[in-house]
């Protein structure tokens, strides 16, 4: 089988073979022909014909855009990859094969024009400022599998009005007023993205011809690093961070033998975040201030300032800071709206010093190029790393561990002099406010609650209703230390549907593969979460039949209702 694509316009078709780097580079004018050239007056294609497979590495260049026809990207094997710089667009007549996949490099564009991903396919962002559009026409259920999402990266949905979105379970779920998007709960990162936030807005573009477009816009943050001013310890003394060169000795600890060590940096980046208010704090991109003396006395020696998901190192392991905010000595600081950040890199991840307290080098994850280096560049390749295998320490956010720091810290702030704030008080109740919403909108609250029992009469003819309640995070409810930011509604176990001629058993919420809206947790048999707000079909229950629906709520509450201030002066701001 030969291996090559074949590229055509309306002023020909050409075969095009690798050179001999196995590489495809198709640009504006390839190869001194007029494939591409002036006077072509249609889009060019990208195809295969039925005996020839992508086998070979193509890029495409940036400036140049190429509709795809049954193009194959791969053998099967591995063998074969294409790197968007310029614009591509597929459809439903294209496939990525097993082990390939197509890349969005910096500033390229990738059309899903009635293409359907699946969790087989990769589809990779590689660089900052790459986009991924899903045509109109197109359902957002499409989104699949896409992977090395870093900040400036930006995913658009034609069609589709959203102004937030939902995480759960690795699973993000567009918004709407605060209510799940039915189709969209199929957006999937792999683990290799944790920390990544989006920013959601909704755009109307004019078509020209009298129409619009609504489109909604994903731009993609990931933060975890040091805020400017941060004093790494080097062999020479400390240095602010963004003074930092590759080459540069910093201070490592090894921690197995209580003896420090020096290791040279082989990488430095920088990046910049712009917090989202609307966002949970912990996933706003609000710094946290770490004040001085917090965690012992002259540690830190002064006001620390990192992002939320950056590591502090106690006892051997790694705890994110975010787990141990108690908003007096360690808090958000909302006085950022935006901010560059810094992070350094070792051969090896390791523990460094920063401001007098034991905290983490970089440990490339998936997201190194989301920062950009200034002075000496360095060409970092290799596989992402993982904690499980690569890290300088365990990754620790059992509450076991992580309570008992929290409540020690939290006990010490009396003894920090300056800077010390009075937490907020968190307002909690008990009332899940339980109801139920059909397809048309109609709300429809219970007509009998007996202890766990809740009964709702349904009208006939409604194809599902949605199981609506308050929702909380056990974060927000228990405390920083739990590590679940999960929303959590009501614990719904077994669910009847009660007619004057039957009474039917509902389970669909019980199933290994859940309907839009509930948590998939298989330690939980009998019972299933719901995030606050969750589909229930009803698969033709109540055709022709008005009846009762009962749930068995076997847990609920309690909930955030507001935080509010103390009233108490604060010491200083």
């Given at each position: 089988?030969?291996n090559?694509?074949?590229?055509?316009?309306s002023?020909?078709?050409?075969?095009?073979s690798?050179?001999?780097?196995?590489?495809?580079v198709?640009s504006?004018?390839?190869?001194?022909?007029?494939?591409l050239g002036g006077?072509v007056?249609?889009d060019p294609?990208?195809?295969?014909?039925?005996?020839?497979?992508?086998?070979a590495?193509?890029?495409?260049d940036?400036?140049t855009?190429l509709?795809a026809?049954?193009?194959?990207?791969g053998?099967?094997?591995?063998n074969?990859?294409?790197?968007?710089?310029?614009s591509?667009?597929?459809?439903?007549?294209?496939?990525?094969?097993?082990?390939?996949?197509i890349?969005?490099?910096?500033g390229g564009?990738?059309i899903?024009?009635?293409y359907a991903?699946t969790t087989?396919d990769?589809?990779?962002?590689?660089?900052s400022g790459?986009?991924?559009?899903i045509?109109?026409g197109?359902?957002?259920?499409?989104?699949?599998?896409i992977?090395?999402?870093?900040?400036?990266?930006?995913?658009?949905?034609?069609?589709?009005?959203?102004?937030?979105?939902?995480y759960?379970d690795?699973?993000?779920?567009?918004?709407?007023n605060?209510?799940?998007?039915?189709g969209t709960?199929?957006?999937?990162?792999?683990?290799?993205?944790e920390?990544?936030?989006?920013?959601?807005?909704?755009i109307?573009?004019?078509?020209?011809?009298?129409?619009?477009t609504?489109?909604?816009v994903l731009n993609a943050?990931?933060?975890?690093?040091?805020?400017p001013?941060?004093?790494?310890r080097?062999?020479?003394?400390?240095?602010?961070v963004?003074?930092?060169?590759i080459?540069?000795?910093?201070?490592?600890?090894d921690?197995?033998t209580g003896e420090e060590t020096?290791?040279?940096?082989i990488?430095v980046?920088?990046a910049?975040?712009?917090?989202?208010p609307?966002?949970?704090?912990?996933?706003?991109a609000?710094p946290?201030r770490v004040?001085?003396?917090?965690i012992?006395e002259?540690v830190?020696?002064?006001?620390?300032?990192i992002t939320a998901?950056?590591?502090?190192?106690?006892?051997?392991?790694?705890?994110?800071v975010?787990?141990?905010?108690?908003?007096?000595?360690?808090?958000?600081?909302k006085?950022?709206t935006?901010?560059?950040?810094y992070?350094?890199e070792?051969a090896?991840?390791?523990?460094?010093?920063?401001?007098g307290m034991?905290?983490?080098?970089?440990?490339?994850t998936?997201?190194?190029?989301?920062?950009?280096?200034e002075?000496?560049?360095?060409?970092i390749?290799?596989?992402?790393?993982?904690?499980?295998?690569?890290?300088?320490?365990?990754?620790?956010?059992?509450?076991?561990?992580v309570?008992?720091l929290?409540?020690?810290l939290?006990?010490?702030?009396?003894?920090?002099?300056?800077?010390l704030?009075?937490a907020d008080?968190?307002?909690?109740t008990?009332d899940?406010?339980?109801?139920l919403?059909?397809e048309?909108?109609?709300?429809v609250r219970?007509?009998?609650?007996?202890g766990?029992?809740y009964?709702?009469?349904?009208?006939a003819?409604?194809s599902s209703?949605?199981?609506?309640s308050?929702a909380s995070?056990?974060?927000?409810v228990i405390g920083?230390?739990?590590?679940?930011?999960?929303?959590?509604g009501?614990?719904?176990?077994d669910?009847?549907?009660?007619t004057?001629?039957?009474?039917e058993?509902?389970?669909?919420?019980?199933?290994?593969?859940?309907?839009?809206?509930w948590?998939?947790?298989?330690s939980?048999?009998?019972?299933?979460?719901?995030a606050?707000n969750?589909v229930?079909?009803?698969?033709?229950l109540?055709?022709?039949?008005?009846?009762?629906?009962s749930?068995?709520v076997l847990?609920?509450?309690p909930y955030?209702?507001?935080?509010?201030?103390?009233?108490?002066?604060v010491?200083?701001?």
């Open positions: 089988m030969a090559g694509i074949l590229l055509s316009t002023s020909g078709s050409k075969i095009l690798p050179d001999s780097d196995g590489q495809i198709i504006s004018t390839y190869s001194g022909s007029t494939i006077g007056s249609t294609i990208l195809g295969t014909t039925i005996d020839r497979t992508t086998t590495n193509v890029v495409i940036s400036g855009s509709t026809t049954s193009l194959t990207v053998d099967g094997a591995g074969g990859k294409i790197t968007v710089n310029g591509l667009t597929l459809d439903n007549s294209d496939k990525i094969s097993p082990n390939s996949h890349v969005v490099g910096n564009t990738l899903l024009g009635g991903t087989s990769l589809i990779q962002f590689d660089g790459g986009t991924i559009e045509a109109a197109t359902t957002p259920s499409i989104i699949q599998y992977t090395n999402i870093s900040e400036n990266d930006t995913i658009i949905i034609d069609g589709l009005k959203a102004d937030g979105y939902n759960v690795g699973v993000y779920t567009l918004t709407s605060g209510t799940p998007i039915s709960s199929s957006f999937q990162l792999p683990d290799a993205n920390g990544t936030t989006f920013t959601v807005s909704t109307t573009v004019d078509n020209g011809n009298g129409t619009t609504t489109k909604t943050q990931h933060v975890v690093c040091f805020l001013g941060s004093m790494i080097t062999a020479e003394g400390a240095v602010a963004e003074n930092l060169q080459g540069d000795s910093v201070v490592t600890f921690w197995k020096v290791r040279p940096v990488w980046g920088k910049h975040a712009t917090v989202q609307h966002l949970a704090d912990d996933e706003a609000y946290v004040l001085k003396n917090a012992s002259g830190p020696y002064k006001d620390m300032l998901e950056h590591c502090l190192f106690f006892d051997g392991k790694f705890v994110p975010r787990m141990l905010v108690n908003g007096s000595s360690i808090f958000y600081d006085s950022f935006s901010y560059d950040y992070h350094l070792t090896e991840h390791a523990v460094i010093v920063a401001d034991l905290t983490e080098s970089y440990l490339d998936g997201n190194r190029r989301s920062f950009r280096q002075g000496k560049v360095a060409s390749g290799g596989r992402a790393k993982t904690w499980a295998a690569d890290a300088g320490a365990e990754l620790c956010v059992d509450r076991a561990f309570e008992p929290f409540r020690k939290e006990a010490r702030k009396n003894s920090v002099a300056e800077g704030r009075h008080v968190v307002e909690l008990n899940a406010d339980l109801h919403v059909t048309t909108g109609a709300v219970p007509v009998r609650h007996e766990q029992r009964s709702f009469m349904l009208p003819n409604v209703v949605r199981i609506v308050r995070r056990p974060a927000d920083p230390f739990v590590d679940d930011r999960r929303q959590m009501v614990a719904v176990g669910i009847t549907f009660v004057a001629a039957r009474q058993n509902i389970v669909v919420h019980l199933a290994e593969t859940k309907p839009e809206g948590h998939a947790d298989a939980q048999a009998e019972a299933a979460w719901t606050g969750a229930l079909p009803l698969s033709g109540t055709d022709g039949n008005m009846g009762l629906l749930l068995n847990a609920a509450g955030v209702v507001e935080a509010q201030k103390e009233d108490v002066q010491l200083s701001a």
